[in-house]
C-alpha cells in the first residue's frame, strides 16, 4: 500500500501534491482522484494546488513520468544520440522499457475509460498543456528518423509506422497482461528482443 513520503509541512508543496496524486490515482484511480481530493491529502487547499500545476492533467502526466518504474529509462533510451550501438539493441532495450511503463500505467489511467465525459475532460486538459500519450510515440518517431540521417535506416522507413508498431506491440502486451494474466503474455525478457528484431527487419 502506497503511503505519503514524508509527513508534515516540511516536504515542498508540489513534491507532496505528487505523493497525494500518486497515492489516489494508484488506489482509487484516475476518475475518483479530483483536484479536492489531492489537496486535501497532501494537506493543503485547493488553491495551492493550482499555484504549482496547472490541472490534474500534468498532475497525471507528472506522476507518470517521475514516479513510474522505467519512464526515465525509457525517455533515455529514446533521447539517445544515433549511432549509440546497434539499432536492434537500442530498441530492445526502447521496448523493453515500453512494455513495463504500459504495464504500470495501464490500471492508473483504465478508469477513465468509464465515464465518456471524463475522458474528454482529460483529453481537453492534456491538450491545454502540449502532453499526453503521443509524447512517446512522438519521441521514438524521433529516434528513428535520427538513425535514418546517420544511415543507419534504409531510406525508404517509415519511422511513424515502425515507433507505432513496435509501441503498440508494447501497449497490447499491457492489456493482455492485466486483462487475461500474466500466463498470456511472454516475459519481457523474451517479447522486447523479439519485438526488435521484427520491427529492425522491416526498417534495416
Given at each position: 500500500?502506497?503511503?505519503?513520503k514524508s509527513?508534515?509541512?516540511?516536504?515542498?508543496?508540489p513534491q507532496?501534491?505528487?505523493?497525494?496524486?500518486?497515492?489516489l490515482?494508484?488506489?482509487?484511480g484516475?476518475?475518483?482522484?479530483?483536484?479536492k481530493a489531492?489537496a486535501?491529502e497532501?494537506g493543503?487547499s485547493?488553491?495551492a494546488l493550482?499555484?504549482?500545476?496547472?490541472?490534474k492533467?500534468?498532475?497525471?502526466?507528472r506522476?507518470?513520468?517521475e514516479?513510474?518504474?522505467?519512464a526515465?529509462?525509457?525517455?533515455?533510451a529514446?533521447?539517445?544520440?544515433?549511432?549509440?550501438?546497434p539499432?536492434e539493441?537500442r530498441l530492445?532495450?526502447?521496448?523493453?522499457?515500453?512494455?513495463?511503463?504500459?504495464?504500470?500505467t495501464m490500471?492508473?489511467?483504465?478508469?477513465?475509460?468509464?465515464?465518456?465525459?471524463?475522458?474528454?475532460?482529460?483529453?481537453?486538459?492534456l491538450r491545454?498543456?502540449?502532453?499526453?500519450?503521443h509524447?512517446?510515440?512522438d519521441?521514438?518517431?524521433?529516434?528513428?528518423?535520427r538513425e535514418?540521417?546517420?544511415?543507419?535506416?534504409?531510406?525508404d522507413?517509415?519511422?511513424?509506422?515502425?515507433?507505432?508498431?513496435l509501441?503498440g506491440a508494447?501497449?497490447q502486451?499491457?492489456?493482455f497482461?492485466?486483462f487475461?494474466?500474466p500466463?498470456?503474455?511472454?516475459?519481457v525478457?523474451?517479447f522486447?528482443?523479439?519485438?526488435?528484431?521484427?520491427?529492425w527487419a522491416a526498417?534495416?
Amino acid at each position: 500500500m502506497l503511503t505519503p513520503k514524508s509527513s508534515g509541512p516540511a516536504r515542498p508543496t508540489p513534491q507532496r501534491l505528487l505523493d497525494a496524486a500518486e497515492i489516489l490515482m494508484r488506489t482509487t484511480g484516475l476518475a475518483n482522484a479530483t483536484t479536492k481530493a489531492i489537496a486535501r491529502e497532501a494537506g493543503c487547499s485547493e488553491a495551492a494546488l493550482y499555484k504549482h500545476f496547472a490541472n490534474k492533467e500534468e498532475l497525471f502526466v507528472r506522476v507518470l513520468l517521475e514516479r513510474t518504474p522505467n519512464a526515465g529509462a525509457l525517455m533515455a533510451a529514446l533521447a539517445a544520440d544515433p549511432g549509440e550501438g546497434p539499432v536492434e539493441e537500442r530498441l530492445a532495450e526502447i521496448a523493453g522499457h515500453a512494455a513495463r511503463f504500459y504495464a504500470d500505467t495501464m490500471p492508473i489511467a483504465g478508469s477513465l475509460f468509464a465515464e465518456p465525459a471524463l475522458l474528454n475532460r482529460h483529453r481537453e486538459g492534456l491538450r491545454e498543456i502540449g502532453l499526453g500519450p503521443h509524447v512517446v510515440l512522438d519521441a521514438l518517431v524521433d529516434c528513428l528518423r535520427r538513425e535514418r540521417e546517420h544511415g543507419e535506416i534504409r531510406p525508404d522507413a517509415d519511422p511513424r509506422a515502425a515507433a507505432a508498431l513496435l509501441l503498440g506491440a508494447c501497449f497490447q502486451r499491457a492489456f493482455f497482461l492485466h486483462f487475461s494474466g500474466p500466463a498470456a503474455v511472454q516475459p519481457v525478457a523474451d517479447f522486447a528482443p523479439a519485438i526488435a528484431r521484427t520491427v529492425w527487419a522491416a526498417i534495416r
